[in-house]
């Protein structure tokens, strides 16, 4: 996990990690299985053997259980450190134990992914992935891979969300609740004019136009819109139209 780490750039993340199926490491343990095998065998026979011939054959026999336990722990070095990780931004395959060798296909780059499995792959859970991208170097298949539908999907999805990022296409968002529509109200009334106050000095007023007048100057009094003298020099002018 370490060494992984240090193969993301900054703002990658691990998304899925996936081994070959253990169908693999049997296949190249495969002389630790034969050694084992033989040891068994030899030791069967051994008991028949002279006393010399039993001492030797007894050293053979360690020499291969050892021999096949080493090769064998080799392997499932090997095994594990074979590993093929999606991530954010792209998908690794990274190999070795000692020697490392990392190659990787950028995600943007991946045209489409081919799923090959047999109907011994769906029972144990295996199968090879083809990766076809747009470019010749890279990750091109993915042999007996475990689980390969998941790891698959996950490539998939990791393509599409990184698309939707480099095209700043985002989710949009909820509309906005629409705001009550103002009632509509009615123009303000017109304020009621002002009584007319008292006409120009020197026109002539009939007796109606002097009672109206009045009238009005009184409401303007008892509004405290003039004061009682305003009103009595008012209503004392008008009387003098008459």
Known sequence: MAYLNNLLAAGEQPIRREHQ???VLAADARYAILAWIASILLYIVSGSLPEGIRAAVGWVIVVLVVGGLLYFGWQVLRW????????SRRVLQSEGVINKRVVDSSLEKINDAVLTQSIFGRIFGFGDLDILTASESGISRLRMLRQ????KRAMLDAKHDLELELSG?????SPALRAAAPTPTAPPAASAAPPSAAPAPGSSMSADDVTRTLANLADLRDRGAISADDYEAKKAELLRRL
Do not use: K
């Open 80 to 87: 594990t450190n074979e590993e093929f990780i999606v991530t």
């Open 169 to 173: 296409a985002r989710p949009l968002p």
């Open 21 to 23: 199926h253990w169908f």
């Open 148 to 151: 390969p539908d998941d790891f």
